[in-house]
C-alpha cells in the first residue's frame, strides 16, 4: 500500500492525490482515491510548461487514447454488445417491414384465434405489428439500453400468444432464447453504448 501526495495535470484539470492507493483482492487493481480540480492559466503557467511540452503531452495522450480504443475493439464483451445492437437493430426493422409483403412467411397464421376473436381484422393487426417492430428497431439503434427491453416485452408478449396457440411451441423457445439476448443486450449497453 502507498501513501502520500501525488498530483498529475492535464491541460484543463490536475488530479490531486491525497489517499492511499490499495489493491482490490479479486481484480488486484490500484484504487486511487483523490479530487480533480480545474486548472487555472495561472496554474499551467506556474507548472513551467512551454508550448511544446504541452504539445508533446497532448499527442502521449491521445496515442494512449487510441491504444485504449483499439484494445476496447477487441474485447469479446464488447464484441458481443456489437452483434447483439446490430441484430436486434436490423431484425426488427426487417420483420416489421415484412408484415405489410409477408414474403418471409404469412404473419397471420401465428396469431392465436383468441387474439383474433379480440383484433377484428388479423391482417391490419400484422400492419400494427410490424410499425411497432420497425419502431422498436430504430429504438434499439439510438438507445440500446431502451430498446433492448422494450424488445424483450415485445418477445414475452409474442411468446405468450405463441403459447397460448398449439402448434407453435418450437418458435416460442426460440423467441425465448431471443428474449434472453435482449436484456443481454441492454445490460451490455450499460457500459458500451454512449447513447
Request: aromatic residues 12%; charged residues 20%; glycine residues 8%.
Amino acid at each position: 500500500m502507498y501513501t502520500g501526495e501525488a498530483t498529475i495535470e492535464s491541460d484543463r484539470l490536475r488530479f490531486v492525490h491525497s489517499g492511499a492507493t490499495a489493491r482490490t483482492a479479486p481484480e488486484d487493481q490500484e484504487v486511487v482515491t483523490g479530487e480533480f480540480q480545474r486548472m487555472t492559466g495561472e496554474d499551467r503557467e506556474a507548472s513551467g510548461e512551454t508550448g511544446a511540452a504541452a504539445s508533446k503531452r497532448r499527442e502521449t495522450k491521445m496515442a494512449t487514447i487510441a491504444r485504449a480504443e483499439s484494445r476496447y475493439l477487441t474485447d469479446p464483451a464488447y464484441q458481443a454488445y456489437q452483434i447483439l445492437h446490430i441484430a436486434f437493430t436490423v431484425a426488427p426493422i426487417l420483420f416489421g417491414l415484412d408484415k405489410f409483403f409477408n414474403l418471409m412467411v404469412d404473419w397471420e397464421k401465428y396469431l392465436a384465434p383468441w387474439a383474433v376473436r379480440i383484433v377484428g381484422n388479423a391482417h391490419s393487426f400484422m400492419l400494427v405489428v410490424g410499425i411497432v417492430e420497425i419502431v422498436a428497431g430504430l429504438v434499439v439503434a439510438f438507445k440500446p439500453r431502451w430498446g433492448g427491453y422494450i424488445v424483450a416485452l415485445w418477445l414475452l408478449g409474442i411468446i405468450f400468444n405463441l403459447l397460448t396457440y398449439s402448434g407453435f411451441y418450437d418458435v416460442a423457445l426460440r423467441d425465448f432464447g431471443l428474449l434472453l439476448a435482449a436484456l443481454a443486450l441492454a445490460r451490455l449497453s450499460e457500459r458500451y453504448s454512449r447513447a
